[in-house]
């Protein structure tokens, strides 16, 4: 999976500086088991590059590299409820964010198609 972030300019940036910034792309992969019908886990990974900053014409020398690597756990308690468990971690934040997190979520789907 492929993604594509393009960011507009802020051009009230520490008052009246003009902040640029090009688009950051990434690449994103996920390998899923399922253990039952209503469970299964994942691996996923994100790498991102590019994304260089501009301040009123002056290049930053900033352009990301982000090498992202987790795991997610997703069970369906019935056809409108499920829990999610995520873990992820940067091993590589070349002017990125050095993640590391735990997340767990709540889902509820509602409309047609559910009993």
Do not use: C
């Amino acid at each position: 999976m492929r993604r594509l972030y393009f960011f507009t300019d802020n051009t009230s940036y520490k008052g009246r500086e003009i902040l640029r910034q090009e688009p950051l792309p990434g690449l994103e992969g996920h390998v899923r088991y399922f253990f039952v019908r209503n469970a299964w886990a994942s691996i996923d990974t994100l790498y991102s590059l590019r994304g260089a900053t501009v301040i009123n014409g002056v290049h930053q020398n900033d352009a990301q590299k982000n090498f992202t690597l987790g795991s997610e756990v997703n069970v369906s308690l019935n056809p409108r409820n499920s829990l999610v468990f995520q873990f992820a971690k940067a091993l590589v934040h070349q002017n990125g964010p050095a993640v590391t997190g735990f997340a767990v979520t709540y889902n509820y789907s509602w409309g047609k198609g559910y009993r």
